[in-house]
């Protein structure tokens, strides 16, 4: 581009191209008889959703780089926060729009539904960049009438969805990332060692508890006791790598042993201030996650509420292909089940005063009288 124009002046209409925009929006209904009124909106959601989309992969895929390589620059974990913070935001907003959907009835919806055949939603590039990008493996995914999801996909696109897959998801940047943090090899302190301590103890006091209680039978505390053993199974893995392996090659965890540690050691020390950020960070992808399953749920309901049981238009089996993929395809899984080994900040072993200066700031001040 010619520098000197660089800084000339633009008119809001060509900035953001609305002559190209406003004349997207094409209502099948009226190629072939009067329009139907709910098309248009139809249309304008969706292109909506996809423009959302493609900010989102924006956002995620500048992430994605920032992980890339054997060293992070810390000073962009402040950035990635803020990118994913922002497609919280608008998964937030893709759950609201739906709201707008529902306006149209379903004897509205059937005013145009048969125009739509073959389409479907299910055809979105960019939704399926965006699972694949952020680590939904296809072994995870329920199959389209038995087929890989690519199959209603071009070659090019089939490839660019392989590149993805090849190059790394933001899931296994981030696992290879925990794997490197150095807190867990401090010669001082023995973090599995002394969190398998405080484990025991916790355990050991909660039976204790339900024993002497004078508010229960024998009865309930049996009970209870035999829920503490089996409560007791959920450190097993986190204690011993090769119970951790096992789950793994089961498929029952996907994060890495040492990976799954540093989470847990971050989520632990959480308030000391080096571990905040990347705390904030696996909360991102952990409420990334809970917003994906929200807005495929409530995608699900919109779709039972406007064609009942009826095959989706792209050969789906509509609402109940859509319920079962906000059941199973969930990507940060792992993040969320580190609560089932978090234990009271009471119990939290204490660092070493020379570990604990690692993790935080500390500033000497000489008072001179």
């Not at 996909?153 to 993805?164: C, N, S, V, Y």
């Not at 867990?184 to 599995?192: A, I, V």
């Not at 089940?337 to 000489?366: A, D």
């Amino acid at each position: 581009m010619d520098p000197s124009k660089k800084y000339t002046t633009i008119h809001y209409d060509s900035y953001l191209q609305l002559s190209k925009l406003l004349d997207a929006q094409h209502p099948r209904s009226g190629e072939f008889e009067e329009p139907a009124h709910e098309e248009t909106l139809f249309i304008i959601v969706h292109q909506v959703y996809e423009l959302w989309f493609k900010q989102s992969l924006h956002e995620i895929e500048s992430v994605c780089n920032m992980f890339r390589g054997d060293i992070l620059d810390e000073r962009n974990i402040g950035s990635a926060v803020s990118r994913l913070d922002r497609v919280e935001r608008i998964l937030k907003l893709m759950i609201q729009q739906i709201e707008v959907l529902e306006s149209m009835t379903p004897l509205d919806f059937l005013d145009f539904r048969n125009y739509l055949f073959p389409a479907s939603g299910f055809q979105s590039f960019q939704f399926r960049n965006i699972e694949t990008l952020l680590g939904l493996q296809e072994k995870q995914r329920i199959t389209y009438n038995g087929h890989s999801y690519k199959i209603v996909f071009t070659d090019e696109q089939k490839a660019a969805l392989d590149r993805i897959e090849k190059n790394g998801s933001l899931f296994q940047l981030v696992e290879s990332w925990l794997e490197r943090i150095p807190f867990l090899e401090d010669p001082t302190f023995n973090f599995l060692e002394a969190y398998k301590v405080a484990v025991e103890k916790m355990l050991l006091r909660e039976k204790e508890a339900i024993e002497k209680t004078d508010y229960l039978s024998d009865k309930m505390k049996k009970m209870r006791i035999d829920m503490l053993g089996n409560t007791n199974t959920y450190f097993k893995h986190v204690l011993s790598e090769e119970e951790h392996n096992k789950l793994r090659e089961k498929g029952e965890v996907r994060l890495s042993y040492k990976a799954t540690l540093s989470a847990l050691f971050i989520n632990l020390y959480r308030e000391m201030p080096i571990l905040q950020l990347p705390f904030r960070l696996i909360m991102n992808l952990v409420d990334i996650d809970s917003l994906l399953t929200t807005w495929r749920y409530r995608h699900a309901q919109m779709v039972k509420r406007m064609i009942g049981n009826k095959v989706g238009t792209g050969g789906s089996s509509g609402h109940s292909y859509l319920r079962d993929t906000a059941e199973r395809h969930k990507i940060f899984h792992d993040f969320h089940n580190i609560s089932s080994l978090l234990i009271p900040r009471s119990e939290l072993p204490e660092l070493p005063e020379s570990f604990e200066r690692t993790l935080g700031f500390y500033f000497s001040h000489t008072h001179q009288s």
